[in-house]
């Protein structure tokens, strides 16, 4: 029975998202109130949602990284570069060739990753790392060290308006879901990419592309990080290259693992690593709602990640098998 | 001597980068320049070297900077508000960082975990912690403290040695013993060429990953004292990214981030390059500080692309030569 619950794909994620929820409705009673105000919906359910729209936004390209066996440690430092560019670009040149320009250096360095580990065979953590590490300085390049600042009123629109009531950020994570699903799942994308991080070398003897779906995913991971970039740049209306998506490709990889997907590649579930996402942030939300010190953040992710790993590990399958034969 | 080739670049490098240095400004070629280097990058020349042996076993220990962080509160608040003599309280703390690293390790061998996401959990848990002690710096006044930043070892030429210099070069001294000397130092390098093998040879991996993590933590808590020696102070914003730095130093050092090759004088290497760079930075005094990084992912790149290459040539020579000894 617990087995079986265990290997049920997604009730477990979606039991904790709402035990979360109620837990943060005990501590903070109007927490499932929603108003309308202004055409725009207001509440802490569409806070969670919203704040949660960078984390869902890179999860989303780090959960098919995550599948070929990758990793992409460099999102946070692609969020920084993206949001110094389209911050210093959208008072001059407008929306779209901010956007373009934004997304396009993400793009790059999605393909510069995908470069490292597809065609160079580096291994990903250390061929992200580069850029982790170099990404910030390319930033602060861009902005000159200051906090850029703008006032384009449609750029401050992505982060901070409303799309038939839903707050912007949250219609472009459900956008991007809808895309990315379509192609990945509405084709066999999907399953080559499972089939590449299951076995690299038999998915290419197989006569996949293994190399070209490698780089694929790094570029839509590159992209889903300049995208997220660019709503929190719109969301504080500036771009600070220095703490722009600090230490949020760690939440992006917590988000993809309580999703359910293993970091050694395989099955993923781009629904569940967006439950992975609202998890995190109904955390967040509810431990700033209850008037703990935010620290206290820290020490319940820690404490998540670990009950997560023991439910993955393959001491608790092990364990598990055993006792089922016990009751038999 | 096993990776020396990459460490001769590596030391080629920093000679290179000095060189370079002392040519643009003719005061860099002094030992107080060579001092300073050394001190201000105390502990992360103490966190490198446990890095390197987490790397060569095959690992990675993200969580060391939390662990610094953590200790600079833990040493300042023992001493400051508990009274406890500096001397226990570093005692306590290095069994508690012992205790810490132990755990991840044993996590990792028994849950058969990948290391990044273990030490991932312990960073998290390291720099919560050290939040919920205290969100403040804290300033330490206890005599110890001016003893050790008095105390200094003068070179000619004005240099001065400082205590917590000594203290990272003899701790480099002491790690580059153990990984090249004992029986300790030959099984991180059989667990980072394949832990299969290892456990067949007979090799207890689970009390080896657990020593090896052990040893990382015990490390990242010294280097929290030097680095609270360094500041005079105890804060938990202390080292945030070290670990990102420590692991940059080990792979321009010439250890292998796959494991099984590296060694602790080129980390120290590395360590200095970066230290070069930040101190060419200070004297040109009108670059940004944040070129260190873009310079440093450089590096790590011309590095990584280097071992890529060795790599590639030793397994299309690796063949023919078993070929050969079969026949």
Same mark, same amino acid.
């Not at chain 1, 389209?86 to 956007?99: T, V």
């Not at chain 2, 590395?270 to 230290?275: K, P």
């Given at each position: 029975?617990?087995?079986?619950?265990?290997?049920?794909?997604?009730?477990?994620?979606?039991?904790?998202?709402?035990?979360?929820?109620?837990?943060?409705?005990?501590?903070?009673?109007?927490?499932?109130?929603?108003?309308?105000?202004?055409?725009?919906?207001?509440?802490?359910?569409?806070?969670?949602?919203?704040?949660?729209?960078?984390?869902?936004?890179?999860?989303?390209?780090?959960?098919?990284?995550?599948?070929?066996?990758?990793?992409?440690?460099?999102?946070?430092?692609?969020?920084?570069?993206?949001?110094?560019?389209?911050?210093?670009?959208?008072?001059?040149?407008?929306?779209?060739?901010?956007?373009?320009?934004?997304?396009?250096?993400?793009?790059?360095?999605?393909?510069?990753?995908?470069?490292?580990?597809?065609?160079?065979?580096?291994?990903?953590?250390?061929?992200?790392?580069?850029?982790?590490?170099?990404?910030?300085?390319?930033?602060?390049?861009?902005?000159?060290?200051?906090?850029?600042?703008?006032?384009?009123?449609?750029?401050? =629109?992505?982060?901070?308006?409303?799309?038939?009531?839903?707050?912007?950020?949250?219609?472009?994570?459900?956008?991007?879901?809808?895309?990315?699903?379509?192609?990945?799942?509405?084709?066999?994308?999907?399953?080559?990419?499972?089939?590449?991080?299951?076995?690299?070398?038999?998915?290419?003897?197989?006569?996949?592309?293994?190399?070209?779906?490698?780089?694929?995913?790094?570029? =839509?991971?590159?992209?889903?990080?300049?995208?997220?970039?660019?709503?929190?740049?719109?969301? @504080?209306?500036?771009?600070?290259?220095?703490?722009?998506?600090? =230490?949020?490709?760690?939440?992006?990889?917590?988000?993809?693992?309580?999703?359910?997907?293993?970091?050694?590649?395989?099955?993923?579930?781009?629904?569940?690593?967006?439950?992975?996402?609202?998890?995190?942030?109904?955390?967040?939300?509810? @431990?700033?709602?209850?008037?703990?010190?935010?620290?206290?953040?820290?020490?319940?992710?820690?404490?998540?990640?670990?009950?997560?790993?023991?439910?993955?590990?393959? =001491?608790?399958?092990?364990?598990?098998?055993?006792?089922?034969?016990?009751?038999? | 001597?096993?990776?020396?080739?990459?460490?001769?670049?590596?030391?080629?490098?920093?000679?290179?980068?000095?060189? *370079?240095?002392?040519?643009?400004?003719?005061?860099?070629?002094?030992?107080?320049?060579?001092?300073?280097?050394?001190?201000?990058?105390?502990?992360?020349?103490?966190?490198?070297?446990?890095?390197?042996?987490?790397?060569?076993?095959? /690992?990675?220990?993200?969580?060391? /900077?939390?662990?610094?962080?953590?200790?600079?509160?833990?040493?300042?608040?023992?001493?400051?508000?508990?009274?406890?003599? $500096?001397?226990?309280?570093?005692?306590?703390?290095?069994?508690?960082?012992?205790?810490? #690293?132990?755990?991840?390790?044993?996590?990792?061998?028994?849950?058969?975990?990948?290391?990044?996401?273990?030490?991932?959990?312990?960073? &998290?848990?390291?720099? /919560?912690?050290?939040?919920?002690?205290?969100?403040?710096?804290?300033?330490?006044?206890?005599?110890?403290?001016?003893?050790? +930043?008095?105390?200094?070892?003068?070179?000619?030429?004005?240099?001065?040695?400082?205590?917590?210099?000594?203290?990272?070069?003899?701790?480099?001294?002491?790690?580059?013993?153990?990984?090249?000397?004992?029986?300790?130092?030959?099984?991180?390098?059989?667990?980072?060429?394949?832990?299969?093998?290892?456990? *067949?040879?007979?090799? $207890?991996?689970?009390?080896?990953?657990?020593?090896?993590?052990?040893?990382? +933590?015990?490390?990242?808590?010294?280097?929290?004292?030097?680095?609270?020696?360094?500041?005079?102070?105890?804060?938990?914003?202390?080292?945030?990214?070290?670990?990102?730095?420590?692991?940059?130093?080990?792979?321009?050092? #010439?250890?292998? *981030?796959?494991?099984?090759?590296? +060694?602790?004088?080129?980390?120290?290497?590395?360590?200095?390059?970066? #230290?070069?760079?930040?101190?060419?930075?200070?004297?040109?005094?009108? *670059?940004?500080?944040?070129?260190?990084?873009?310079?440093?992912?450089?590096?790590? &790149?011309?590095?990584?692309?280097?071992?890529?290459?060795?790599?590639?040539?030793?397994?299309?020579?690796?063949?023919?030569?078993?070929?050969?000894?079969? +026949?």
């Amino acid at each position: 029975m617990m087995q079986r619950l265990l290997q049920s794909r997604g009730l477990p994620q979606i039991i904790a998202l709402l035990v979360i929820l109620v837990i943060d409705r005990a501590v903070s009673p109007q927490f499932f109130d929603l108003r309308m105000l202004d055409g725009r919906l207001f509440g802490s359910l569409i806070d969670v949602l919203n704040r949660g729209a960078p984390v869902a936004l890179l999860s989303l390209g780090m959960v098919l990284v995550i599948a070929t066996r990758g990793i992409d440690l460099s999102v946070g430092a692609v969020m920084a570069i993206s949001g110094a560019i389209a911050a210093s670009l959208a008072d001059q040149h407008g929306l779209p060739i901010a956007l373009a320009a934004a997304l396009g250096a993400g793009l790059l360095c999605g393909l510069w990753n995908g470069f490292l580990v597809a065609v160079l065979g580096i291994q990903p953590i250390v061929a992200t790392l580069i850029l982790m590490v170099a990404g910030r300085g390319v930033a602060q390049l861009i902005t000159e060290g200051r906090i850029v600042t703008f006032t384009a009123p449609d750029l401050v =629109w992505l982060g901070n308006g409303a799309v038939f009531g839903a707050p912007t950020p949250v219609a472009v994570v459900l956008g991007m879901l809808i895309v990315t699903g379509a192609v990945v799942r509405g084709s066999a994308l999907g399953l080559l990419i499972e089939a590449t991080g299951g076995n690299a070398r038999a998915s290419e003897l197989a006569g996949i592309g293994t190399r070209a779906m490698i780089l694929a995913v790094y570029v =839509w991971c590159g992209l889903c990080a300049a995208l997220a970039g660019v709503i929190a740049a719109a969301d @504080i209306m500036g771009a600070d290259a220095n703490n722009a998506g600090l =230490w949020l490709e760690l939440d992006a990889i917590l988000a993809v693992v309580i999703g359910g997907t293993s970091l050694f590649g395989g099955r993923f579930s781009l629904v569940l690593a967006m439950v992975g996402a609202l998890i995190i942030q109904a955390m967040n939300t509810g @431990i700033l709602l209850s008037g703990y010190p935010p620290e206290f953040n820290l020490l319940v992710k820690a404490a998540v990640v670990l009950i997560v790993l023991l439910l993955q590990s393959p =001491w608790l399958a092990s364990v598990g098998a055993v006792l089922g034969r016990a009751r038999q | 001597m096993r990776g020396l080739p990459p460490v001769a670049i590596t030391a080629l490098v920093f000679v290179a980068g000095f060189a *370079l240095c002392t040519a643009q400004f003719p005061n860099f070629a002094s030992t107080r320049v060579v001092a300073n280097l050394l001190t201000d990058n105390a502990f992360l020349g103490i966190v490198a070297t446990g890095m390197t042996f987490v790397i060569i076993s095959g /690992g990675i220990d993200l969580s060391v /900077g939390s662990v610094i962080g953590f200790t600079t509160v833990f040493v300042a608040l023992a001493i400051e508000r508990l009274g406890v003599p $500096p001397l226990i309280a570093f005692a306590a703390i290095l069994l508690l960082c012992a205790a810490f #690293g132990a755990a991840m390790g044993a996590i990792i061998h028994v849950f058969d975990m990948p290391p990044f996401i273990v030490t991932l959990a312990g960073m &998290f848990l390291a720099r /919560g912690a050290s939040f919920l002690m205290s969100t403040e710096s804290t300033p330490i006044s206890a005599p110890l403290y001016s003893t050790v +930043s008095d105390f200094a070892l003068r070179l000619p030429g004005g240099g001065r040695l400082t205590a917590i210099a000594l203290i990272m070069l003899a701790v480099v001294a002491a790690g580059a013993v153990l990984l090249h000397f004992t029986r300790f130092g030959a099984n991180v390098y059989a667990l980072g060429g394949s832990r299969t093998t290892t456990a *067949l040879m007979g090799i $207890p991996v689970g009390s080896m990953t657990v020593r090896i993590y052990m040893l990382s +933590s015990v490390l990242a808590g010294l280097a929290g004292i030097v680095f609270s020696f360094y500041t005079a102070a105890g804060y938990s914003l202390s080292a945030v990214g070290v670990e990102l730095d420590s692991i940059a130093a080990v792979v321009i050092g #010439g250890t292998l *981030l796959t494991g099984g090759q590296g +060694s602790v004088v080129g980390t120290l290497l590395g360590v200095l390059i970066q #230290g070069l760079i930040q101190t060419y930075i200070n004297f040109d005094g009108t *670059l940004s500080s944040w070129w260190t990084k873009i310079v440093t992912g450089i590096l790590l &790149f011309a590095f990584i692309a280097l071992q890529q290459a060795m790599l590639g040539i030793a397994r299309r020579s690796g063949p023919r030569k078993a070929g050969v000894l079969k +026949s």
